[in-house]
């Protein structure tokens, strides 16, 4: 409560400090963040889960951030980190979760105007529309049972047999958890709603000729798990499988030079134990977690600030907000994660 009121304090104030004194009392050389995609049409499996900046906004964005930043590779990140070369001043890195096909259609054409590098994460198991994540399912299941009477009442009933609570239809539905996934399949069977089908006629994801013509176009790509799952609720084998499963898929079809991962969700409550794994023994060069600006005590593993909110608030609020709370946190020295 405290903190939500800090940051909405924040919000409404910072903005009127220059971004360059914020810059300059945060000491931070980086600033990482991401996207999961863009548009300028409603998407269903996306629109109750998160507001969608459209084509204009995000332009906007990146106008913002090419004005305050300097725009660096991933190749010149994993230089920095394992070899120690210098970062221009006030240095960037822009991503992508999911690997959604706006990333396609819509936001590779725009960097590649703007020039600016980008690095996009991938599920293995959604590439060419294979499988759609459980959140997407949850979103789309929403967007078609809003209209039918008797959604509510049936939905109940399949969340009783799960053993789960049960709410208002929305609330329950994005409730679900990857462990319970199922659900959601068991209801698009009880309401004939085909999964299968949006996947093949919408195609919401990249497909493995789209992602050779991104690299083609210099823009590189990292792993996100085989399907999505919270990594704080499988135990650590799981959380390896699932990383080096999906960096078997990206080295096995388009033959990378670097291994890199970014975090499903959140990386909050994974061991220090997973990172020596990944990061050591299978030699993978940076991984990337979504809890904003903040230090990490372990080398290789750095946080991105994710630019999706439940507003669609400008870029210059929501950086601004987040340089001022990060330079409160070090004050209190809370700026720092602890894994043990």
């Avoid at 980190?81 to 959604?100: H, I, R």
């Avoid at 823009?219 to 999906?246: A, E, V, W």
Wanted: proline residues 4%; glycine residues 4%.
């Amino acid at each position: 409560m405290l903190k939500q009121a800090l940051i909405q304090s924040l919000h409404t104030f910072s903005s009127f400090i220059p971004l360059s004194w914020l810059q300059r009392l945060s000491r931070q050389s980086l600033f990482s963040l991401f996207y999961h995609t863009v548009s300028d049409q409603d998407l269903p499996h996306i629109k109750h889960l998160y507001k969608v900046r459209n084509s204009q906004l995000f332009e906007a964005d990146l106008d913002f951030l090419l004005q305050h930043f300097s725009p660096i590779s991933l190749e010149q990140l994993i230089d920095h980190v394992q070899n120690g070369k210098t970062l221009p001043p006030n240095a960037f890195l822009l991503t992508f979760d999911d690997g959604l096909a706006e990333c396609y259609h819509l936001i590779a054409p725009l960097l590649k105007q703007k020039g600016i590098p980008a690095t996009f994460f991938l599920n293995s198991d959604f590439v060419d529309n294979k499988a759609l994540m459980f959140r997407y399912k949850a979103s789309y299941l929403i967007e078609q049972l809003k209209t039918r009477s008797n959604a509510t009442k049936i939905a109940a009933q399949y969340f009783e047999q799960y053993q789960l609570p049960f709410d208002s239809l929305k609330k329950s539905l994005l409730a679900v958890r990857w462990p319970e996934q199922a659900l959601l399949d068991d209801l698009a069977v009880a309401f004939d709603i085909d999964f299968e089908a949006f996947l093949q006629e919408q195609k919401p994801y990249l497909t493995q000729e789209q992602i050779r013509a991104m690299l083609k176009d210099g823009f590189t790509f990292g792993s996100h798990s085989q399907n999505h799952p919270t990594y704080n609720k499988l135990n650590l084998n799981d959380q390896i499988q699932q990383t080096i499963r999906c960096q078997h898929y990206l080295d096995l079809h388009f033959d990378l030079p670097y291994k890199t991962f970014a975090f499903p969700f959140t990386d909050y409550g994974v061991s220090a134990a997973f990172f020596h794994q990944i990061l050591g023994k299978e030699n993978f060069q940076l991984t990337f977690g979504g809890a904003g600006l903040k230090q990490e005590q372990i080398k290789g593993q750095l946080q991105r600030f994710g630019m999706e909110t439940q507003a669609l608030t400008s870029a210059k609020r929501l950086i601004h907000t987040e340089y001022s709370y990060y330079i409160i946190k070090s004050i209190f020295k809370k700026n720092t994660i602890h894994r043990n």
